[in-house]
């Protein structure tokens, strides 16, 4: 049986996405192993970060200084913005590397049934940043749900007469995909977005 410390630290892991009790515990049993190396590191790393968190105030990222680093990085293209619904978002544009302007997190979506409003969201900062100037381009990055898309349809309408390009991502079949395997929604969405053959 292990220590009331011990079992306090696999209960705090097993409420991690991804971790239940069994991984919990691997990765506790893990760390004990390797103090030195594995949980000293960790915990140091935990310290830090939990000292230096914040949310950037111009784009709802969050990061270890404010502004983030997206927004304070001179190389971004100020004049595209790429609106997410969640920091996980960005971070997953952010990996492709593929996007070289700037973001707006809303902090969620749009959801009668969750009693997510507009109020809920940054939707009234990002009108502010686009009232400021200096943005050509919106992209609406919102994930292929039913909320996601009645998001992105709320900003289109909000964003009707604003002085900018609004544009969002294709949605369909994904490379590699087989359609035996894809979802209705998304092998709706590959009917409704087809183009013409080269």
């Known amino acids: ?13 097993s409420r991690l996405p991804g971790l239940g009790p069994r991984s919990a515990r691997r990765a506790v049993l893990h760390l004990l192993k390797r103090r030195e190396t594995a949980l000293l590191p960790l915990l140091h790393a935990l310290e830090e970060v939990g000292e230096k968190l914040s949310t950037c105030h111009v784009c709802g990222n969050v990061d270890t200084r404010d502004p983030c680093g997206i927004c304070s990085d001179p190389r971004r293209e100020d004049r595209m913005l790429c609106v997410v619904e969640d920091v996980p978002d960005l971070w ?8 070289p302007g700037k973001f707006h997190v809303l902090g969620g979506r749009l959801s009668a049934l969750e009693g997510v409003r ?25 994930n292929a749900t039913l909320e996601g898309q009645t998001t992105a349809h709320y900003i289109a309408e909000r964003l009707e007469n604003a002085p900018v390009r609004l544009t969002q991502l294709a949605h369909g079949l994904p490379v590699g995909g087989e359609l035996d ?7 709706a969405q590959a009917l409704r977005a087809r183009r013409p053959v080269a």
């Open 92 to 99: 997953a544009l952010e990996r492709s590397r593929l996007f």
């Open 181 to 187: 395997y894809l979802d209705d929604g998304t092998l």
């Open 118 to 142: 507009p109020e809920d969201l940054n939707i009234s900062g990002l009108l502010s940043r686009i009232a400021a100037g200096g943005i050509d381009e919106v992209v609406l990055a919102m």
């Open 1 to 13: 049986m292990a220590s009331i410390e011990i079992e306090t630290l696999t209960q705090a892991l």
